[in-house]
């Protein structure tokens, strides 16, 4: 079975650039969940959906940052316009249920110079 | 609220040796699961090993085991024949039936000696 899909594994974009971090959850996964790595804060999440609705947005840092799942195969992690300090692995996860095991993607490496 | 706590910032182990990794928790709450991840240097967060709180019996995965002590809120993890390819930051995290967030340790970096 294919796991979380995540694209691009990696990018590095200029500060104030738009930046798209895309998503596939495993199929029949009702729960996705967008997380964030950084040396400082550890791991923080940033949004999580059900069945294509946000229901918990109050990670996410600012209003530079936003997330869709306009079906129930694929999901968005926008920034816009990104800052260095953006820089981080941003994780994709998903789950069949709640309170249920959650499954990471491999992560999307953003660097922002 | 839910806490998670790994008071072993880092650890290190021989190969082949035994190694155990210390998890605790804090809830109020009876049903929930309890995992540990594992992040290699690729940054992949591997799941290891899962618990169900209701199951008295501790899970194990080949070489990993948990010793889940429920009235004590203490979930570590086992190590055995620990291997190089075991280098790796892990981390303990606890999900309760009754919420959708998994709420992550701050991790112990873990390296394998040989």
């Known amino acids: 079975d294919a796991g979380v899909i995540q694209s691009p594994r990696h990018e590095v974009t200029e500060m104030g650039q738009e930046v798209t971090l895309r998503c596939k959850p495993i199929s029949g996964h009702d729960y996705l969940f967008w997380y964030r790595q950084t040396m400082m804060r550890g791991l923080e999440l940033l949004i999580y959906?059900?069945?294509?609705?946000?229901?918990?947005d109050s990670g996410m840092p600012e209003d530079r940052f936003s997330a869709k799942m306009p079906n129930a195969s694929f999901s968005t992690l926008k920034i816009q316009p990104s800052e260095p300090r953006d820089s981080a692995v941003y994780f994709c996860a998903s789950s069949y249920d709640a309170g249920n095991t959650i499954y990471f993607g491999e992560g999307s490496w953003l660097t922002v110079v | 609220a839910q806490t998670v706590t790994q008071s072993q910032p880092e650890m290190s182990v021989q190969e082949a040796e035994t190694v155990t990794l210390s998890c605790t928790y804090d809830t109020s709450e009876n049903n929930y699961y309890l995992f540990w991840y594992k992040q290699p240097p690729s940054r992949q967060m591997i799941l290891v090993i899962r618990q169900e709180a209701y199951k008295q019996q501790n899970a194990t995965e080949n070489r990993f085991s948990v010793n889940f002590q429920k009235a004590a809120k203490s979930f570590s993890l086992k190590i055995s024949d620990s291997q190089l390819g075991d280098t790796a930051m892990y981390f303990c995290a606890f999900i309760s039936y009754n919420t959708d967030k998994l709420i992550f340790g701050t991790g112990t970096r873990l390296q394998v000696f040989p």
């Open positions: 959906f059900n069945n294509n609705v946000p229901i918990d």
